[in-house]
Protein backbone atom coordinates (compact mmCIF):
# COMPACT_ATOMS: atom_id res chain seq x y z
CA UNK A 1 0.00 0.00 0.00
CA UNK A 2 1.51 3.23 -0.70
CA UNK A 3 1.96 5.63 1.37
CA UNK A 4 -0.20 7.87 2.83
CA UNK A 5 -2.40 9.69 6.00
CA UNK A 6 -5.70 8.50 5.52
CA UNK A 7 -8.04 5.33 6.85
CA UNK A 8 -7.42 2.16 5.83
CA UNK A 9 -10.37 0.22 6.22
CA UNK A 10 -9.45 -3.55 6.74
CA UNK A 11 -11.90 -6.72 5.90
CA UNK A 12 -10.56 -9.62 8.15
CA UNK A 13 -12.71 -12.52 6.18
CA UNK A 14 -13.01 -16.17 6.40
CA UNK A 15 -13.75 -16.54 3.33
CA UNK A 16 -17.74 -16.92 3.83
CA UNK A 17 -20.58 -16.43 1.81
CA UNK A 18 -20.96 -12.47 2.24
CA UNK A 19 -24.93 -11.14 2.07
CA UNK A 20 -25.24 -9.08 -0.96
CA UNK A 21 -27.00 -6.46 1.64
CA UNK A 22 -23.55 -6.22 3.25
CA UNK A 23 -21.68 -5.79 0.22
CA UNK A 24 -24.17 -3.20 -1.25
CA UNK A 25 -23.30 -1.06 2.03
CA UNK A 26 -19.86 -0.43 1.49
CA UNK A 27 -19.60 2.20 -1.38
CA UNK A 28 -22.10 4.25 1.08
CA UNK A 29 -19.87 4.49 3.86
CA UNK A 30 -18.92 8.11 3.88
CA UNK A 31 -15.54 9.40 4.90
CA UNK A 32 -14.52 12.42 6.75
CA UNK A 33 -14.05 15.42 4.50
CA UNK A 34 -10.65 15.38 2.63
CA UNK A 35 -9.61 12.28 4.34
CA UNK A 36 -8.19 9.42 1.45
CA UNK A 37 -9.58 5.39 1.79
CA UNK A 38 -7.62 1.89 1.17
CA UNK A 39 -8.68 -1.11 1.38
CA UNK A 40 -7.17 -4.19 2.88
CA UNK A 41 -8.53 -7.55 2.75
CA UNK A 42 -7.08 -10.14 4.05
CA UNK A 43 -8.94 -13.88 3.63
CA UNK A 44 -8.03 -17.13 5.89
CA UNK A 45 -9.65 -19.22 8.93
CA UNK A 46 -7.59 -17.25 11.45
CA UNK A 47 -9.04 -14.15 12.03
CA UNK A 48 -7.10 -12.89 14.43
CA UNK A 49 -3.88 -13.93 12.07
CA UNK A 50 -6.30 -11.81 9.49
CA UNK A 51 -6.63 -8.93 11.79
CA UNK A 52 -2.86 -8.81 12.67
CA UNK A 53 -1.22 -8.97 8.94
CA UNK A 54 -4.11 -6.24 8.28
CA UNK A 55 -2.75 -4.08 10.70
CA UNK A 56 0.45 -4.16 10.53
CA UNK A 57 -0.34 -3.16 6.73
CA UNK A 58 -1.89 0.02 7.51
CA UNK A 59 0.74 0.68 10.08
CA UNK A 60 3.71 0.12 7.10
CA UNK A 61 1.45 2.37 4.44
CA UNK A 62 1.54 4.97 6.94
CA UNK A 63 -2.42 4.89 7.51
CA UNK A 64 -3.57 7.32 10.67
CA UNK A 65 -6.49 5.09 11.23
CA UNK A 66 -7.66 1.58 10.93
CA UNK A 67 -10.92 0.99 10.28
CA UNK A 68 -12.05 -2.80 10.69
CA UNK A 69 -15.13 -3.61 8.77
CA UNK A 70 -16.53 -7.63 9.40
CA UNK A 71 -17.89 -9.57 6.41
CA UNK A 72 -21.12 -9.65 8.27
CA UNK A 73 -21.76 -6.25 9.90
CA UNK A 74 -23.87 -4.19 7.58
CA UNK A 75 -22.76 -0.51 9.00
CA UNK A 76 -24.57 3.33 8.71
CA UNK A 77 -23.18 4.87 6.21
CA UNK A 78 -22.37 7.60 8.52
CA UNK A 79 -20.27 5.63 10.33
CA UNK A 80 -16.36 6.80 9.77
CA UNK A 81 -18.25 10.55 10.58
CA UNK A 82 -19.00 9.65 13.55
CA UNK A 83 -16.25 7.18 14.73
CA UNK A 84 -13.76 9.71 13.83
CA UNK A 85 -15.58 12.75 15.35
CA UNK A 86 -15.07 10.95 18.96
CA UNK A 87 -11.89 9.69 18.78
CA UNK A 88 -10.23 12.85 17.81
CA UNK A 89 -12.09 14.25 21.10
CA UNK A 90 -9.24 13.45 23.47
CA UNK A 91 -5.66 12.50 22.66
CA UNK A 92 -5.75 9.22 25.03
CA UNK A 93 -8.66 7.54 22.94
CA UNK A 94 -7.34 5.44 20.63
CA UNK A 95 -10.27 3.16 19.69
CA UNK A 96 -14.02 4.23 19.62
CA UNK A 97 -16.11 1.76 17.93
CA UNK A 98 -20.06 1.04 16.79
CA UNK A 99 -22.41 -1.34 18.80
CA UNK A 100 -23.57 -4.72 17.33
CA UNK A 101 -25.52 -7.45 18.82
CA UNK A 102 -24.95 -11.29 18.93
CA UNK A 103 -26.63 -13.33 16.97
CA UNK A 104 -29.03 -14.79 18.83
CA UNK A 105 -32.82 -15.32 19.66
CA UNK A 106 -32.69 -12.62 22.32
CA UNK A 107 -29.26 -10.36 20.90
CA UNK A 108 -27.01 -8.87 23.29
CA UNK A 109 -24.62 -6.11 22.75
CA UNK A 110 -21.43 -6.80 22.29
CA UNK A 111 -19.66 -4.27 24.56
CA UNK A 112 -18.55 -4.79 27.66
CA UNK A 113 -17.82 -2.41 31.02
CA UNK A 114 -16.27 -5.10 32.57
CA UNK A 115 -13.71 -7.85 30.17
CA UNK A 116 -15.40 -11.58 31.58
CA UNK A 117 -18.47 -9.18 33.49
CA UNK A 118 -20.85 -9.89 30.20
CA UNK A 119 -22.76 -7.62 28.01
CA UNK A 120 -22.93 -3.97 29.41
CA UNK A 121 -26.74 -2.38 29.00
CA UNK A 122 -26.93 0.67 30.74
CA UNK A 123 -26.63 3.34 28.33
CA UNK A 124 -29.28 4.90 25.63
CA UNK A 125 -29.36 4.94 22.10
CA UNK A 126 -27.01 7.82 20.99
CA UNK A 127 -24.49 7.83 24.33
CA UNK A 128 -20.81 8.02 24.03
CA UNK A 129 -19.12 6.03 26.75
CA UNK A 130 -16.03 4.09 28.04
CA UNK A 131 -15.40 0.69 28.09
CA UNK A 132 -13.45 -2.08 28.53
CA UNK A 133 -14.32 -3.66 24.91
CA UNK A 134 -16.18 -3.71 22.31
CA UNK A 135 -16.51 -6.15 19.01
CA UNK A 136 -14.18 -5.05 16.59
CA UNK A 137 -16.58 -5.74 13.31
CA UNK A 138 -17.28 -1.70 13.48
CA UNK A 139 -14.12 -0.44 15.44
CA UNK A 140 -11.85 2.64 14.42
CA UNK A 141 -8.09 2.97 15.74
CA UNK A 142 -5.93 5.20 16.09
CA UNK A 143 -2.50 3.43 14.11
CA UNK A 144 -0.40 5.46 16.85
CA UNK A 145 -1.43 2.84 19.61
CA UNK A 146 0.15 0.25 17.92
CA UNK A 147 3.67 2.00 19.00
CA UNK A 148 2.58 1.27 22.42
CA UNK A 149 1.75 -2.25 21.95
CA UNK A 150 3.47 -5.97 22.09
CA UNK A 151 2.67 -7.81 19.02
CA UNK A 152 0.64 -9.80 18.22
CA UNK A 153 -1.62 -7.35 18.71
CA UNK A 154 -4.45 -9.69 17.53
CA UNK A 155 -4.49 -13.07 19.11
CA UNK A 156 -7.40 -15.62 19.83
CA UNK A 157 -6.99 -16.74 23.48
CA UNK A 158 -7.59 -20.42 23.19
CA UNK A 159 -5.77 -21.46 25.75
CA UNK A 160 -5.27 -19.30 28.98
CA UNK A 161 -1.84 -18.55 29.97
CA UNK A 162 -0.97 -20.08 33.31
CA UNK A 163 -1.26 -16.62 35.21
CA UNK A 164 -4.75 -15.95 34.18
CA UNK A 165 -6.96 -17.44 36.89
CA UNK A 166 -9.55 -16.71 39.02
CA UNK A 167 -10.47 -18.06 42.73
CA UNK A 168 -14.38 -19.50 42.45
CA UNK A 169 -15.43 -21.10 45.34
CA UNK A 170 -11.67 -21.69 46.58
CA UNK A 171 -10.66 -22.90 43.14
CA UNK A 172 -8.31 -21.44 40.98
CA UNK A 173 -10.25 -21.60 37.40
CA UNK A 174 -8.17 -20.71 34.25
CA UNK A 175 -9.84 -18.38 32.65
CA UNK A 176 -9.29 -18.92 29.14
CA UNK A 177 -11.99 -16.47 27.51
CA UNK A 178 -11.88 -13.82 30.31
CA UNK A 179 -10.13 -11.76 27.33
CA UNK A 180 -12.90 -13.32 24.67
CA UNK A 181 -11.93 -13.35 20.67
CA UNK A 182 -8.97 -12.06 19.23
CA UNK A 183 -10.92 -7.70 19.63
CA UNK A 184 -10.98 -8.04 23.13
CA UNK A 185 -7.55 -9.58 23.52
CA UNK A 186 -6.72 -6.75 21.59
CA UNK A 187 -8.69 -3.91 23.60
CA UNK A 188 -7.62 -5.60 26.83
CA UNK A 189 -3.99 -4.51 25.30
CA UNK A 190 -5.22 -1.07 24.93
CA UNK A 191 -6.56 -0.44 27.98
CA UNK A 192 -3.54 -2.02 30.00
CA UNK A 193 -1.35 0.51 27.76
CA UNK A 194 -3.27 3.28 29.41
CA UNK A 195 -5.51 4.45 26.50
CA UNK A 196 -9.20 4.79 25.98
CA UNK A 197 -11.72 2.51 24.30
CA UNK A 198 -15.37 4.35 23.45
CA UNK A 199 -18.40 2.34 22.32
CA UNK A 200 -20.56 4.92 20.29
CA UNK A 201 -24.69 4.37 21.22
CA UNK A 202 -25.13 6.07 17.91
CA UNK A 203 -23.39 3.48 15.55
CA UNK A 204 -25.07 0.42 15.76
CA UNK A 205 -24.90 -1.69 12.65
CA UNK A 206 -27.15 -4.39 11.56
CA UNK A 207 -25.06 -8.00 12.31
CA UNK A 208 -26.01 -10.85 9.40
CA UNK A 209 -25.92 -14.68 9.63
CA UNK A 210 -25.41 -16.91 6.74
CA UNK A 211 -29.29 -17.58 6.18
CA UNK A 212 -29.91 -13.73 5.58
CA UNK A 213 -31.33 -12.97 9.18
CA UNK A 214 -30.59 -9.60 10.86
CA UNK A 215 -30.02 -9.64 14.53
CA UNK A 216 -30.26 -5.68 16.24
CA UNK A 217 -30.90 -4.69 19.77
CA UNK A 218 -34.46 -5.31 20.19
CA UNK A 219 -36.61 -2.11 20.44
CA UNK A 220 -37.98 -2.91 24.17
CA UNK A 221 -34.36 -3.17 25.39
CA UNK A 222 -32.68 -0.48 28.11
CA UNK A 223 -30.21 1.57 25.64
CA UNK A 224 -33.57 1.75 22.95
CA UNK A 225 -36.14 2.72 25.52
CA UNK A 226 -37.10 6.25 25.57
CA UNK A 227 -35.32 6.42 22.61
CA UNK A 228 -38.56 6.94 20.47
CA UNK A 229 -37.88 3.56 18.25
CA UNK A 230 -40.67 1.92 16.74
CA UNK A 231 -40.62 -1.18 14.46
CA UNK A 232 -41.17 0.18 10.57
CA UNK A 233 -43.49 0.96 9.15
CA UNK A 234 -44.48 3.34 12.25
CA UNK A 235 -41.40 5.43 12.14
CA UNK A 236 -40.91 8.40 10.08
CA UNK A 237 -40.12 6.16 6.62
CA UNK A 238 -36.63 6.18 6.75
CA UNK A 239 -34.13 3.37 6.73
CA UNK A 240 -31.02 3.87 6.42
CA UNK A 241 -29.52 0.60 7.11
CA UNK A 242 -30.21 0.10 3.36
CA UNK A 243 -27.65 0.53 1.11
CA UNK A 244 -28.00 4.10 -1.31
CA UNK A 245 -26.77 7.53 -1.48
CA UNK A 246 -29.77 9.34 -0.14
CA UNK A 247 -29.42 11.25 2.86
CA UNK A 248 -31.69 10.95 5.97
CA UNK A 249 -33.05 14.22 4.91
CA UNK A 250 -33.75 13.72 1.64
CA UNK A 251 -35.57 10.83 2.40
CA UNK A 252 -37.99 11.91 5.21
CA UNK A 253 -38.48 14.71 2.41
CA UNK A 254 -39.81 11.70 0.22
CA UNK A 255 -41.86 9.76 3.05
CA UNK A 256 -43.48 13.10 4.04
CA UNK A 257 -44.18 14.37 0.47
CA UNK A 258 -45.30 10.27 -0.88
CA UNK A 259 -47.80 10.62 2.20
CA UNK A 260 -49.86 13.19 -0.28
CA UNK A 261 -50.89 10.65 -2.87
CA UNK A 262 -52.86 7.89 -3.66
CA UNK A 263 -49.67 6.30 -6.52
CA UNK A 264 -46.23 7.14 -7.68
CA UNK A 265 -43.62 5.99 -10.00
CA UNK A 266 -40.45 5.65 -9.21
CA UNK A 267 -37.50 5.64 -11.68
CA UNK A 268 -34.23 4.06 -10.57
CA UNK A 269 -34.61 2.00 -7.37
CA UNK A 270 -31.41 0.31 -6.60
CA UNK A 271 -31.44 -1.78 -3.60
CA UNK A 272 -34.70 0.09 -1.91
CA UNK A 273 -33.33 3.27 0.04
CA UNK A 274 -35.56 5.82 -1.53
CA UNK A 275 -38.44 3.14 -1.98
CA UNK A 276 -38.85 2.19 1.68
CA UNK A 277 -39.90 5.77 2.26
CA UNK A 278 -41.62 5.74 -1.00
CA UNK A 279 -43.61 3.15 0.33
CA UNK A 280 -43.80 3.70 4.11
CA UNK A 281 -45.23 7.24 3.19
CA UNK A 282 -47.96 6.58 0.85
CA UNK A 283 -51.42 5.67 1.10
CA UNK A 284 -51.57 3.78 -2.00
CA UNK A 285 -49.30 2.15 -4.76
CA UNK A 286 -45.52 2.84 -5.49
CA UNK A 287 -44.04 1.43 -8.53
CA UNK A 288 -40.77 0.41 -8.46
CA UNK A 289 -38.93 0.42 -12.31
CA UNK A 290 -35.35 -0.59 -12.76
CA UNK A 291 -33.91 -3.33 -14.63
CA UNK A 292 -31.76 -3.89 -11.73
CA UNK A 293 -28.63 -3.95 -14.24
CA UNK A 294 -26.99 -0.96 -13.15
CA UNK A 295 -25.91 2.21 -15.01
CA UNK A 296 -23.48 1.46 -17.82
CA UNK A 297 -21.46 4.21 -16.83
CA UNK A 298 -21.51 3.29 -13.21
CA UNK A 299 -20.56 -0.21 -13.34
CA UNK A 300 -16.74 0.32 -12.68
CA UNK A 301 -17.62 3.10 -9.95
CA UNK A 302 -21.20 2.80 -7.66
CA UNK A 303 -22.86 0.15 -9.82
CA UNK A 304 -20.50 -2.09 -9.54
CA UNK A 305 -21.85 -5.21 -7.72
CA UNK A 306 -24.72 -4.88 -10.15
CA UNK A 307 -21.60 -7.32 -12.41
CA UNK A 308 -21.42 -9.58 -9.39
CA UNK A 309 -24.48 -9.53 -7.40
CA UNK A 310 -28.13 -9.79 -8.05
CA UNK A 311 -29.19 -6.71 -6.94
CA UNK A 312 -33.06 -6.96 -7.35
CA UNK A 313 -32.73 -9.94 -5.34
CA UNK A 314 -31.45 -7.66 -2.51
CA UNK A 315 -34.01 -4.82 -3.66
CA UNK A 316 -37.27 -7.62 -3.05
CA UNK A 317 -35.38 -8.49 0.24
CA UNK A 318 -35.58 -4.79 1.58
CA UNK A 319 -38.71 -4.00 0.67
CA UNK A 320 -40.72 -7.06 -0.53
CA UNK A 321 -42.50 -7.10 2.47
CA UNK A 322 -44.82 -3.91 1.63
CA UNK A 323 -48.47 -4.69 0.04
CA UNK A 324 -48.40 -1.23 -2.08
CA UNK A 325 -45.23 -2.12 -3.89
CA UNK A 326 -45.53 -2.74 -7.59
CA UNK A 327 -41.90 -3.83 -9.73
CA UNK A 328 -41.42 -3.51 -13.23
CA UNK A 329 -38.01 -4.74 -13.52
CA UNK A 330 -37.54 -3.21 -17.39
CA UNK A 331 -35.95 0.24 -18.52
CA UNK A 332 -37.23 3.26 -18.22
CA UNK A 333 -38.50 4.21 -21.53
CA UNK A 334 -40.40 0.39 -22.06
CA UNK A 335 -42.44 0.56 -18.70
CA UNK A 336 -43.45 4.60 -19.40
CA UNK A 337 -45.72 2.44 -22.29
CA UNK A 338 -47.73 1.17 -19.60
CA UNK A 339 -48.92 4.04 -17.80
CA UNK A 340 -51.35 6.41 -20.05
CA UNK A 341 -51.19 10.23 -19.66
CA UNK A 342 -51.83 12.06 -16.55
CA UNK A 343 -52.49 8.66 -14.99
CA UNK A 344 -49.70 9.07 -11.97
CA UNK A 345 -49.75 11.72 -9.34
CA UNK A 346 -46.17 11.59 -7.82
CA UNK A 347 -43.00 10.50 -10.54
CA UNK A 348 -39.26 10.50 -8.50
CA UNK A 349 -36.97 10.32 -11.05
CA UNK A 350 -33.27 9.04 -10.35
CA UNK A 351 -32.23 6.56 -12.52
CA UNK A 352 -29.20 6.63 -14.86
CA UNK A 353 -27.65 10.00 -14.62
CA UNK A 354 -26.05 10.48 -18.04
CA UNK A 355 -27.60 13.43 -19.99
CA UNK A 356 -29.48 11.62 -22.81
CA UNK A 357 -30.99 9.06 -20.35
CA UNK A 358 -32.36 12.43 -18.05
CA UNK A 359 -33.26 13.70 -20.78
CA UNK A 360 -35.07 10.27 -22.05
CA UNK A 361 -36.69 10.03 -18.78
CA UNK A 362 -38.13 13.33 -18.69
CA UNK A 363 -39.53 13.22 -22.48
CA UNK A 364 -41.42 9.95 -21.43
CA UNK A 365 -42.38 10.33 -17.98
CA UNK A 366 -43.64 14.26 -17.70
CA UNK A 367 -46.67 13.73 -19.96
CA UNK A 368 -47.72 10.88 -17.07
CA UNK A 369 -47.67 12.95 -14.15
CA UNK A 370 -50.33 14.74 -12.94
CA UNK A 371 -49.79 16.39 -9.62
CA UNK A 372 -45.32 16.41 -8.40
CA UNK A 373 -42.66 15.83 -10.98
CA UNK A 374 -39.59 15.40 -8.65
CA UNK A 375 -35.62 13.97 -8.69
CA UNK A 376 -32.36 13.42 -7.27
CA UNK A 377 -29.46 14.78 -7.84
CA UNK A 378 -29.62 18.16 -9.27
CA UNK A 379 -25.93 18.90 -8.50
CA UNK A 380 -24.89 16.48 -11.62
CA UNK A 381 -23.46 18.70 -14.34
CA UNK A 382 -25.75 16.45 -16.64
CA UNK A 383 -28.79 16.22 -14.85
CA UNK A 384 -28.68 19.71 -14.82
CA UNK A 385 -28.36 20.53 -18.07
CA UNK A 386 -31.16 18.23 -18.93
CA UNK A 387 -33.59 20.00 -16.82
CA UNK A 388 -32.54 22.71 -18.25
CA UNK A 389 -32.72 22.04 -21.92
CA UNK A 390 -36.37 20.44 -21.42
CA UNK A 391 -37.78 23.81 -20.01
CA UNK A 392 -37.62 22.59 -16.58
CA UNK A 393 -37.51 25.34 -13.93
CA UNK A 394 -37.59 23.64 -10.42
CA UNK A 395 -37.37 24.21 -6.88
CA UNK A 396 -34.83 22.66 -4.57
CA UNK A 397 -35.67 20.49 -1.70
CA UNK A 398 -33.20 18.72 0.85
CA UNK A 399 -30.20 17.59 -0.65
CA UNK A 400 -30.00 17.33 -4.22
CA UNK A 401 -33.90 16.67 -4.75
CA UNK A 402 -35.33 19.02 -7.79
CA UNK A 403 -39.32 19.34 -7.39
CA UNK A 404 -41.69 21.07 -9.49
CA UNK A 405 -45.72 21.15 -8.97
CA UNK A 406 -47.56 19.87 -12.61
Known sequence: MAQ????????A????KTDLRW????????????????WLVKTSDDRAANRQTIAEAAVKGGASYLFFLDDDTVCPNFTLLKLHSEIEKDPTIMVCGGIYCTKQEIPAPIVFKKLGGGPFYNWKTGDVFECAGLGAGCMLIKTEVFQHLEKPWFFEPHSAPEDRVSDINGEDVPLAHEG??????FCDKV???GFKIMAHGGVLPIHLDQEGNTYSLPIDSYPCKGAGLKPWPKSEGVNTQIPGWMSEEELKWLYNKASKFQSIVEIGSWAGRSTYSLLSGCPGTVTAIDHFLGTPSELETTHAEAKISDVYDAFMSNVGHFSNLEVLKMDSTSASEQFVDK????IFIDGDHTYDAVLADLKVWVPKCSRFLCGHDRDFTAVEQAL???GIVYKEGPGSIWYIEV
Do not use: H
Open 13 to 16: SSGR
Open 388 to 390: KDF
Open 343 to 346: SVEM
Open 23 to 38: SLSLPSLVAPVGMSVA
Open 180 to 185: GTDDLY
Open 4 to 11: FNGIAIGI
Open 191 to 193: SKA
